[in-house]
């Protein structure tokens, strides 16, 4: 649940610090007042998109500071919380500053992260229930997933679209290879001459750089054998020769450390080095050794590497890129030679993935229907305490074509009116009613929603004091299980609140700036006296106020 809030420099607010009850909290201002601030600013503190215009001093940081205390929901071992907690730790702090320049700095218990990592744990945290919502109550292709939350169909669901997956993958290969059949004796036809090209001059793997080497060689060979004959005449033991002059420099420096021992390292430095001059004369012997002239090799060199570099041309770059070419190219021509065998094959794993489909889509099917006429139940029992005592509600469970949620297709009916035929719910539905279609649905989902937090926005739009008192009782009971944060107009609603907090609209220097404050007592019985006076408090609203706050047990 959120336990405190902190934001600076955000919208109307300079500076707020705010604590929060586990249960229902509401705010109650007048209109205008900025009531939706604080919502707005905990969404941002969640990941949700920032505006610029909501820095309230642009030379300086705007922050959100959220404290989630995660010892209940089970979100202490959650997969997306636990890395982010260190043992003991019962708070999940959430942190996002906005510097002047733009730039956001946001960090998860300390941790620096981006935003969409707080956007990710975010929706684990809060539930934010508005308009949209309405209009995804609205909208059919939302209602299989709110059915699916009372059904508890994880294991049902992962192993049908285990097997979904798969079929997919196949129907795909399927189609494609059914794309194939009108050209495909003429693509088998290149693909042949492809393949033989290429078989028939046979590259292997670095062959070419290894010809250019012994095409330099042999192209070569007369410079090559004159060079080294001039080297090795060097080091001959003629007169003159580098090996004569190392034999006497060797004497010499014999005698040098005989009258200095100092010089005796000048010696074995000599010794090595005559043994590196030897070790050098004997390589460059071999090589001249091995020096060919053989001209029928040069020329048998330069055709290969002539059909080497037409492959090149035509296939890649390199040879490593043309023996790549020809796989792909052998793979391709073996699919479409065997086409019929292929297709055969496909068909009859489609076949047997289809019956396993159909037996995990109808365990599906028949879990959903089960669930649909519990929904029905709960949502007219729930209508009929809102007061809408005729209604029928009906969740209709169809076939559809396969998807990766099944094979049905879920969409909500309702009839708010004795003799009215059911009808889907977006055709006749008004605004006050969706937000109590909406708060039965969440009524009924109060045992499968994992999420702590609700936010409500707009949850009693449209609905009159007559109706008040039902939907403060129903969003009591929804926040024993789940702390709830509610914008209302109602005094009604206001009144089962664990937590008042007034919200208002002053001006300080030359400033407007809104003021969030918890209000108890008197102060309580004034702001809901109000509430039903609509500006000034009178007796009567007093007496009024009191009397709802203390058949709460306020």
Not at 161 to 182: A, C, G, N, V, W
Not at 191 to 205: H, N, S, T, V
Not at 300 to 310: H, M, Q, V, Y
Not at 438 to 453: E, G, N, V
Request: aromatic share 6%; with cysteine.
């Amino acid at each position: 649940m959120l336990e405190q809030i902190r934001v600076r420099n955000f919208a109307l607010i300079d500076e707020l610090v705010l604590e929060f009850h586990p249960e229902l909290n509401v705010f109650t201002g007048e209109t205008g007042a900025g009531k939706t601030i604080l919502i707005d600013a905990l969404s941002i503190a969640l990941g949700e998109r920032f505006d610029s215009t909501q820095v309230r001093l642009k030379d300086q940081s705007a922050l959100v500071e959220a404290v989630f205390d995660v010892r209940k929901n089970s979100l202490k071992n959650h997969f997306e919380i636990k890395p982010w907690l260190v043992d003991g730790d019962d708070s999940f702090i959430i942190r996002r500053e906005i510097t002047p320049d733009g730039k956001n700095k946001c960090s998860l218990n300390g941790q620096t992260v981006n935003v969409s990592a707080l956007r990710q744990v975010g929706k684990y945290l809060a539930d934010f229930h508005g308009q949209h919502d309405h209009q995804q109550l609205l909208d059919q292709t939302f209602h299989l997933g709110m059915l699916d939350r009372l059904t508890h169909l994880e294991n049902d669901l992962a192993r049908y679209q285990t097997i979904f997956s798969e079929y997919s993958k196949l129907k795909k290969e399927r189609e494609e290879l059914k794309s194939l059949d009108e050209n495909r004796e003429r693509e088998c036809d290149l693909l042949k001459y492809q393949m033989d090209e290429i078989e028939k001059i046979d590259p292997k793997e670095n062959e070419d750089i290894a010809l250019k080497e012994e095409h330099v060689k042999l192209a070569n060979a007369e410079k090559l054998h004159e060079i080294t004959s001039k080297i090795l005449n060097l080091f001959s033991d003629e007169d003159g020769s580098v090996t004569e002059k190392l034999g006497i420099c060797a004497k010499d420096l014999s005698l040098l450390s005989k009258i200095d021992e100092t010089t005796k390292p000048f010696v074995n430095q000599m010794t090595e080095a005559e043994i590196a001059i030897g070790d050098v004369a004997r390589a460059v012997q071999d090589y001249r050794d091995n020096l060919s002239f053989d001209e029928d090799r040069l020329k048998e060199i330069e055709d290969r590497l002539d059909d080497l570099e037409k492959i090149k041309r035509k296939y890649g770059r390199s040879i490593s890129a043309a023996l790549q070419f020809l796989l792909k190219t052998r793979e391709r021509y073996e699919l479409l030679a065997n086409f019929t065998e292929k297709t055969l094959e496909l068909d009859k794993k489609i076949s047997q993935l289809e019956k396993k489909l159909k037996t995990e889509a109808a365990e599906l099917t028949a879990k959903r229907k089960r669930a649909a006429q519990k929904l029905k139940t709960v949502i007219e029992k729930e209508l009929n305490d809102l007061g809408i005592p005729k209604a029928k509600f009906e969740c209709r469970v169809e076939l559809a074509e396969p998807s990766e949620t099944g094979l049905n297709r879920v969409e909500f009916f309702v009839s708010l009116n004795v003799g009215e035929t059911v009808l889907p719910l977006a055709k006749i539905i008004s605004g006050g009613e969706a937000s109590r279609v909406m708060l039965a649905m969440k009524r009924a989902l109060i045992d499968t929603d994992q999420i702590p937090t609700m936010i409500f926005d707009e949850i009693d739009a449209n609905i009159g004091g007559r109706l008040g008192s039902t939907v403060g009782e129903k969003l009591s009971e929804i926040s024993k299980k789940h702390q709830i944060l509610l914008i209302t107009h109602l005094p009604q609603i206001a009144s089962f609140a664990k937590r008042h907090i007034k919200v208002s609209k002053v001006v300080e220097g030359k400033r407007t700036k809104t003021s969030y404050a918890v209000i108890e007592g008197n102060a309580r019985v004034k702001e809901l006296s109000e509430m039903f006076s609509g500006e000034k408090e009178t007796k009567i609203s007093v007496e009024h106020a009191r009397e709802l706050l203390e058949s709460r047990g306020g």
